[in-house]
């Protein structure tokens, strides 16, 4: 698959690395002056003048610049578009029309094309020519609303899930899309956004809405659809237990010494945990007190209750062992950095594994290498 990247920031940028991961030829298509806007204005730089971010996004692909508000740059453009397989924009709806890059014009060059886009909300819609950012999508896609603690002020999740997640929307769609050129020879335009893909993942919150008609509410580290699952206080900090069934909530009950839970009308049932959640806290913690996190954790592990610390990303990235085993983190050797570390792809093929194979590239690196052809 020879894919023709447009896009900037993380969105698109992430969704072309899964793929170029896989093994795909991405070709990163930059404006001359200073490339993705991810480059020069996110995050902290290194040796050189990309920044850090800009690197965790773009390895395995290539970087060519083309001015395409230029006729000749456009041009170029088009001349590669009648070789490649996938096109990948991330502009605001009406840009590519603008630029004589959409869908009509570039499908007319080579039918088998696939054109794929990435918008804050969609290319129709009252929102669709408002810009978009994970953090807005977010807030509008209910997100924020039930995250962070109860009666809290609102909280985005920690990681940008609304860029990630149209992401990998858009990967998959690629990857169908791709899947039925081959077969028809007639290439598709698809488009997903940040609103929707957030949106798209709300399925218990949506759930709990229709089921209850009252919309849901934060609950910090607690599950809306069982109890207890969340994070309760130890004696040194936190633990993450998922007693979400009536055999773990047993065994949990035995392992703690809390057998008087058990018979507890309050907490007899699922509906019951959920509704006395309060409480139920109140007497976990009080026992989960006596012991440190890690004592808890070998504990419950060895009951078979599902449990686990809250570790921090020093604990992570350094000290994990089972991240060491699975080989998530990789190295690069970057031209102007040295040694770059990366997060490895998470998926395991047995015959095609996604593999690391080129640093992420200078700003129109590869002009010669590409354009030259």
């Given amino acids: ?25 991405v070709i990163k298509v930059e404006n001359p002056n200073d490339g993705d806007q ?34 000749e740059g456009v041009n170029s453009f088009h001349k590669l578009v009648r070789t490649a397989d996938v096109v990948i924009e991330n502009w605001r709806p009406g840009v590519a029309k603008r630029l004589g890059l959409d869908f009509e014009t570039l499908i007319a060059l080579n039918p088998r094309l696939v054109v794929a886009s990435i918008s804050g909300f969609g290319q129709t819609g009252p929102y669709a020519n408002r810009p978009g950012y994970d953090l807005i999508a977010q807030a509008m896609a209910g997100v924020m609303s039930i995250t962070g603690e109860p009666g809290g002020r609102p909280v985005k999740s920690g990681l940008p899930v609304a860029d990630l997640g149209a992401g990998l929307f858009c990967a998959v769609g690629i990857l169908a899309a791709w899947n039925s050129s081959k077969e028809t020879g007639q290439g598709q335009y698809l488009e997903t956004s940040l609103f929707e893909s957030t949106l798209a993942f709300s399925v218990w919150e949506s759930t709990e809405f229709w089921a209850t ?21 130890t004696q040194d900090g936190f633990i993450t237990i998922g007693a979400n069934n009536e055999r773990l909530w047993q065994r949990l009950c035995t392992v703690a010494e809390l057998d008087h839970l058990l018979v507890d009308p ?56 089972h991240v060491k085993e699975r080989d998530m983190i990789k190295f ?11 997060l490895n792809s998470p998926l395991r093929l047995s015959r095609t594994p996604p593999s690391i194979r080129r640093h992420p590239p200078l700003l129109g690196e590869h002009n010669e290498e590409v354009l030259g052809s």
């Fill in 38 to 71: 991810t480059r020069r204005s996110w995050g902290t730089s290194g040796k050189g003048q990309d920044s850090r971010a800009f690197l965790s996004l773009n390895r395995n692909k290539r970087s060519i610049t083309l001015d395409l508000k230029t006729q």
């Fill in 213 to 233: 008609g009252s919309a849901p509410v934060a609950l910090g580290s607690a599950n809306r659809m069982s109890a207890p699952y969340q994070a309760l206080a």
């Fill in 1 to 25: 698959m020879t894919v023709l990247d447009l896009t900037q920031i993380m969105a698109g940028p992430f969704c072309t690395m899964v793929l170029a991961d896989l093994g795909a030829d």
């Fill in 332 to 342: 690069v050797e970057h031209p102007v950095e040295g040694q770059v570390a990366v």
């Fill in 266 to 321: 309050r907490f007899s049932d699922n509906p019951g945990r959920m509704a006395n959640r309060t409480e139920l806290v109140a007497e976990l913690e009080a026992r989960f007190a006596e012991k440190t996190t890690a004592n808890w954790v070998d504990i419950l592990l060895a009951a078979g209750v599902p449990a686990g610390p809250i570790q921090n990303y020093q604990q992570v990235l350094e000290d994990d062992p």
